[in-house]
């Protein structure tokens, strides 16, 4: 037999690396070629990667969630020909045992849950998860408290795959197990409906949708929304704009839209209230030292991302413009990296693109607050003048913010996006570009 190594495959023009979800055939296991060896994901979609050739398993280089480049080799497989081995994927041997392989904890990308609390009865007071019990919980979307109810068979007690599954197929009998302690009459009880779904096509979230379902669900979980409304008068700066963005294209070959303009105003507010700029980690807050607004985008498929404006307080009106034309241009494209998504601090959406008067944006964890701008549209607005009060039309937009409520109050949400509205009112007409 001679080895061959099994390379990351390339999925897509733009995909460079891709994480390792689970491996279907374990080290000494025979496979047959076309037969799934591992399942492979990245950001756009989940992939099986198929044997190309018959052979043995003899080892995997990498273990679930592993972050692995395109080309690089995962794993070392013997090719066989003629006689299939002895061992083979899901094949009683001779002596009547299925060959089992033990889950392997993977260093510091594995959880533990801790003891589960003592008035539920269940047998997993040790839950160790690893990174493939994780992923499989997720998929299912099984919660860590349901997880420390599943029997494990695993070195002290721990949870296999094989128990998860398991356990999923017995009907999760765990799923709404509630503490043993005496009902409280007055207590609210979730009433149990049998809805109507309707008829119709049915449509299968691609991993993209999935991962921002499972994001916005825990963002709401997590942290209490409070939502606050201002409205701002954009005419001076929509008038110097208007003025300056032929002038600006043609001199620095940039367009200039109206989101540097929010992102240089957001940037400004934040740097004069440091407290919107944190995270919550256990009982501290962690201020932040950079400030990076995240702009939320919306991808050709319709899916949900956030590129990031990298220290957007540091840099010039051209430099903030020319990043987000950047990213926005990379986006459209699906030819975003993984730099281009990471380290937002806090995040604008852009509604009024969509032609919406407000929105109330769900935060963007693990930050603590999110702008969203409405329309600019014309109004009929009162305006107080030394002559007296005048009926004008005005360029009017509504600015709302999404604040959690364990880290930012009233004052401090209210104060911070009455920052952002008066920046942008305040702008300076006289500005050259």
């Known amino acids: 037999m001679s080895a061959s190594q099994l390379l990351m495959p390339k999925m897509g023009e733009s995909i460079t690396e891709g994480t390792i979800l689970n491996w279907l055939v374990q080290e000494g296991e025979s496979f047959e070629e076309g037969d799934i060896l591992v399942e492979v994901a990245t950001d756009k979609v989940d992939n099986e990667v198929p044997a190309p050739a018959a052979g043995i398993m003899k080892q995997q280089l990498f273990e679930p969630n592993a972050v692995v480049a395109v080309g690089k080799p995962i794993a070392i497989y013997e090719n066989r020909e003629g006689t299939p081995s002895t061992v083979k994927k899901g094949v009683t041997t001779a002596q009547g045992s299925k060959k089992k392989t033990e889950q392997k904890p993977v260093g510091n990308v594995s959880k533990r849950v801790g003891k589960a609390p003592a008035a539920f009865s269940t047998a997993n007071t040790n839950t160790f998860i690893s990174p493939l019990v994780d992923n499989i919980a997720r998929k299912h979307h099984i919660s860590y408290e349901e997880l420390t109810r599943i029997p494990g068979t695993g070195k002290e007690n721990r949870l296999r795959k094989s128990d998860v599954l398991n356990y999923i197929a017995s009907g999760r009998p765990f799923q709404f197990a509630q503490p043993v302690a005496q009902p409280d009459p007055d207590a609210y009880k979730i009433p149990k409906l049998n809805l109507d779904k309707g008829k119709g096509k049915i449509v299968e979230m691609d991993r993209m949708r999935q991962m921002i379902a499972d994001h916005m669900v825990y963002s709401k979980h997590t942290s209490p929304h409070v ?26 070959g940039q367009k200039l839209t109206f989101t540097p303009l ?73 030819k975003l990296g993984g730099d281009d998504i990471k380290g937002s601090t806090f995040t604008i959406s852009n509604v009024g693109t969509f032609g919406s008067v407000m929105g109330t944006p769900i935060i963007n964890q693990p930050e603590a607050a999110i702008l969203a701008t409405g329309i600019i549209k014309k109004r009929a607005e009162v305006m107080e003048r030394p002559e007296g009060d005048t009926i004008e039309i005005r360029q009017m937009m509504y600015l709302s913010l999404s604040f959690d409520h364990r880290i930012v109050d009233g004052f401090l949400g209210g104060s911070f996006l009455k920052r952002i509205a008066v920046n942008l009112e305040q702008f300076d007409t006289a500005r050259e570009i």
């Open 262 to 334: 929010f992102v240089e105003a957001v940037a400004k507010a934040v740097k004069d209230f440091p407290m919107i700029n944190v995270s919550v980690d256990g009982k501290n807050i962690i201020v932040k030292e950079d400030i990076n607004i995240g702009m939320a985008t919306a991808l050709p498929s319709g899916n949900l991302i956030v590129p990031v404006v990298k220290n957007a307080d540091h840099k010039s009106l051209l430099e903030i413009a020319t990043e987000v034309n950047r990213l926005a241009g990379l986006a459209r494209e699906n």
């Open 227 to 252: 939502t606050a409304y201002v409205e701002a008068d954009l005419t001076e700066l929509v008038k110097w704009r208007d003025a300056n963005k032929v002038p600006f294209q043609e001199k620095y």
